[in-house]
């Protein structure tokens, strides 16, 4: 299927039995809100809640970092989710963490996965209905994983990467924080960007109704920041969140999706013995 899908082709598909749609939402640190408790508040009709801080590594202080395949396996069974089933992702924001969902169904090799372009408020604003209240629990399924690594970087993956300059690093973050003028979000963390890095804000992949731009156009963008298939993209950002809506963008402008950094700067930037450049 493809990678996204607008909300007239979720509304004409909504409530199919081989279908699941999540609320992934995730705010930031800075954010005053809770995903979980705006989810209650209003969905899509149906949606369960896909809580990225749960379909994690719990043995890890790093935020949000890939499970074990058993994890994965294990949490998507008691969420319904068969290796029939076709999932949609959506987020409270438009386009911010729906995309890490997308990315984990991928990793653990379920292609029938989807972001909802613009998410719930463009849903919202067309006037669509949503729902309140916690949903039904869902009928369990067996899940079976197909782990793919190669779409997976952690930081020894990317140290050795700061020598070899073989993979383009690809950073989603704002540019005033890859460049280190401002603190980093997260305390105890250093500003600044791996050595090497490429800057991309996410944001700019986006219109102004926080749909992804079409093709051609992210191709432009993408080119502008160094992708140019000369080498292997590896995209990164504050936690590995923003960072697959990079490679949500490459699959969409048809360039090979590359891998995730899933540490990202909350871990290059939170040790000591990890290179920073500023500026």
Known sequence: MDSIVSTEWLAAHLGQPDMVVFDTTK??????KDGLTEFGAAH?????????????????????MVPTPGRFAKLMAALGVSNDTMCVFYDQKGLASAARGWWLMGL??????????????????EGRATEAGEPPAPVPAAFLPAFRPLRLRGVGDVMANVASGAELVLDARAGNRFRAEVPEIRPGIRAGHIPGSANLPFNELLAADQTMLPPDLLRARLTAAGVDGSRPVVTSCGSGVT??????????????????????WTEWGGRTDTPVETG
């Open 108 to 125: 653990f090799g379920h292609d029938r996965a989807a972001v909802l372009d613009g998410g719930l408020p463009k849903w919202v604003k």
């Open 243 to 264: 960072a697959c809506i990079l490679t949500l963008a490459m699959t969409r402008a048809g360039l090979p999706a590359g891998a995730v950094y899933d540490g990202s």
């Open 44 to 64: 899509i009709p149906g949606a369960r809640f896909f809580d990225i801080d749960v379909m994690a590594d719990p043995d890890t202080s790093l935020p949000h």
């Open 27 to 32: 705010y930031l640190p800075n954010e005053p």
